[in-house]
């Protein structure tokens, strides 16, 4: 079997496993589990042997006529080359894990069957995203994985969160998706194709007529499904879904695919320095700026929601100064450890009993209880820090190396402002990753880092006041441990990678190196004193609520932890929890940035309110207006039908009478008009 078959197999063999899943799943339980893992289990071990034999040479290309436009002709077009093979590797190796990790997440959700079909649709639209080597079969797989996320993000769409949540992604997404359309077909119009190919070669040896305007409606698309600013609000609301679901999500499809489309057109958005700057600026104001927020978020998952944001920004960093080897390298790298991290953390609130970091603080022998989840998200934090070894410190150093390369004007055709503000933004952003990483270690593992005093052990001896941490099933565990692997050791790829991707040096450097590592330990010094301070308060203001009932399914547990949510410091932005090291070291900044700096506030002033606006006025010139024509067109046949029918009397006299009276007006009518004549 050659490549080309095995490299159609990747995402063919789940699209049919989500279909079957679909049309049998409830008829047949038992098989609902192996179509769900089966097929993805496959599809990694193809996408690994289409990797192999790729072998970060020669890009493998096959392509056939679709439909001729009379214009752009379409074609289903295979591209595979270093960039391709290996985050198809990623997509599916998550993918795999998601379901392996969800059999027991969900074990007894009754709606199991569709997630999981839903699950391998999404895998394989993202597949056809990457593999694809035709913009408008990309297109399809890029519009699927919107509708996949609409259906997975509203999972528990008895909550009114998981509905507004996913309708929000949903429309969000699309008010990029739309000049991402026209980008596309103005780009078919420059270079007369649609394959990706063609489109490479037209822009390095003919140029483009617009390659800003063009640019710019790409990076439309791009923004929404990266949840880069300010498109990014839809991420952490996200978080409603399952928490598998943000797993997959995260590190490996949906937010993956702008960068990976960036990086695929990369030649296109660098014709035109203007729009390689915005990306720039977008990236900085990201990273900076969901950092921020990262450090005072309480629930669990909205924290690393917000770090997927900034670690997003840091690769449209390395694509806004011309690195897409970088790019992609962190895109692996944050792959592997972010997946680690949701993961973990389902663990720990199917555990816990909720998603709220200040309830968990106050939980004794919560550490204990799930001791795989605590370490393995150890490791994965510190790969978030980008603490060496770990993968994170590789791969985002390559990052902050690409952007002082820029910066000092040693990157050819990429302007220095742009070097310069990845740079700056990137170092910010490490010392708050340092910062929210640390925070989220403490507060997770804050009972059994300090002794209780007498009022909280008497509190927890009382009935109820310790919680019932109820086991893991051992599959999530296995899956957390298989993840720890690359998290730990997919760095050291770093100086066997440039063979698959440019050829562009991904080794660390030492001023970058430094500097980045130095800030992060910065934050994390920072953030331990100030918990120092603050842990002896979490004693002094117990939580009023904390969700209840964790015993059961883990999904369903995530269900009422949602649900429940405001119940422990009200909704964010609401009342802050003394006891946060995050509310003192962001001081005045703590309840914007908890509130994503009312970013949503904004939308719905500038958007919503508008729009809601107009369709009041629409409403009220369609019942007072066009209601009133349409009404008087029928009144007036009703008056004077009710007139005529007012001289049908029956009365024959009546009758006469009014013939003679016509018969005589008439006959004078005729005498006056004959004397007139």
């Known amino acids: 079997m050659n490549t080309t078959t095995l490299a159609v197999l990747v995402p063919l063999l789940p699209f049919l496993g989500g279909i079957a899943g679909l049309l049998i799943g409830r008829g047949a339980a038992g098989l609902v589990r192996p179509l769900a893992v089966l097929p993805a289990a496959a599809s990694a071990v193809l996408a690994v042997l289409v990797a192999v034999r790729q072998g970060g040479g020669s890009a493998i290309d096959a392509a056939t006529r679709l439909t001729p436009t009379g214009a752009a002709p379409v074609d289903l077009a295979l591209h595979l080359d270093g ?42 639209a993202m597949l056809l995203v990457v593999y694809s080597g035709d913009l408008m079969v990309l297109l399809v797989g890029w519009e ?85 600013f300010p498109l990014h609000t839809w991420l952490p609301d996200a978080m409603a879904g399952p928490t598998p679901v943000s797993a997959l999500i995260h590190a490996a499809t949906m937010v993956a695919a702008g960068v990976y489309l960036v990086a695929r057109l990369l030649p296109v958005f660098a014709s035109s320095a203007a729009a390689l700057v915005v990306l720039a600026v977008l990236a900085a104001v990201t990273m900076v700026g969901s950092g921020l927020a990262a ?56 555990a816990a009993g909720t998603n709220s970091l200040a309830a968990m603080s106050r939980m004794p022998g919560l550490r204990r209880a799930v001791p795989d989840a605590y370490w393995t998200m150890t490791v994965a934090l510190l790969a978030l820090a980008a603490i060496p070894p770990f993968t994170g410190f590789f791969s985002k150093e390559a990052v902050l190396g690409a952007a002082e390369h820029a910066a000092t004007g040693h990157a050819h055709g990429i302007p220095a402002a742009a070097g310069w503000l990845v740079l700056v933004a990137g170092l910010a952003t490490a010392l708050l990753t340092g910062a929210y990483a640390t925070r989220l270690w403490l507060l997770l593992g804050a009972r059994e880092a300090t002794e209780a005093s007498e009022a909280t052990e008497a509190a927890a001896s009382a009935p109820g006041g310790t919680p019932h941490h109820p086991a893991t099933p051992r599959v999530m565990n296995v899956v957390l441990w298989v993840l720890a692997l690359p998290t730990f050791l997919f760095g050291l ?4 990678l440039p063979d698959w991707f440019d050829g562009h040096d991904l ?25 120092r301070h603050t842990k002896a308060l979490a004693a002094r203001h117990p939580l009023g609520a904390v969700a209840a009932g964790p015993e059961g399914d883990a ?89 005529a029918r007012r001289a049908q009397t029956g009365n024959i006299q009546t009758y006469l009478g009014a013939l003679i009276a016509a018969a005589a007006l008439l006959t004078c009518a005729v005498v006056l008009y004959a004397a007139g004549a």
Request: hydrophobic share 50%.
């Open 295 to 350: 450090l005072a978020q309480d629930d669990i998952k909205r924290v690393l929601a917000y770090s997927t944001a900034g670690q997003l920004g840091y690769m449209t960093g390395a694509l806004a100064v011309g690195d897409r080897g970088a790019a992609v390298f962190h895109l692996l790298s944050h792959g592997a450890f972010k997946a680690l991290l949701f993961l973990a953390a389902g663990v720990v609130i199917h």
């Open 507 to 531: 080794a660390p450097t030492l001023t970058t190196s430094v500097l980045g590592t130095g800030v992060a330990l910065v934050g994390g010094v920072l953030t331990y004193g100030t918990w």
């Open 144 to 228: 699927v994985m919107g509708i996949c996320s609409y259906f997975l993000i509203g999972h528990y769409w008895e909550t009114p969160e998981a509905r507004s949540a996913s309708l929000k992604a949903f429309l969000v997404t699309k008010l990029g998706d739309v000049p991402f359309l026209f980008g596309l077909f103005a780009l078919a119009a420059d270079t007369g194709s649609f394959r990706i190919t063609e489109v490479l070669h037209a822009v390095t040896h003919g140029g483009l007529d617009h390659p800003t305007l063009i640019a710019l409606l790409l990076l439309c698309g791009v923004v929404g499904k990266s949840a880069q």
């Open 493 to 496: 790829t770093a100086w066997a």
């Open 83 to 124: 960039f391709a093979v290996l985050v198809a590797v990623l997509v599916t190796v998550v993918s795999t894990c998601v379901q392996l990790y969800s059999t027991g997440y969900l074990r007894e959700d009754p709606r199991y069957s569709s997630y999981a079909a839903l699950v391998s649709l999404f895998t394989s």
């Open 555 to 643: 999904g369903r547990t995530e269900a009422q932890a949602i649900a429940s949510r405001p119940a422990a410091y009200g909704a964010p932005g609401g009342t802050e929890d003394p006891a946060d090291p995050g509310r003192l070291l962001l001081g005045g900044l703590h309840r914007p940035a908890a509130s994503g700096f009312h970013l949503d506030r904004l939308y719905s002033a500038l958007a919503v309110t508008p729009v809601r606006a107009g369709a009041t006025l629409v409403r009220f010139l369609d019942t007072a207006v066009v209601d009133t024509y349409v009404r008087a067109a029928a009144a007036l046949p009703k008056l004077l039908g009710a007139a």
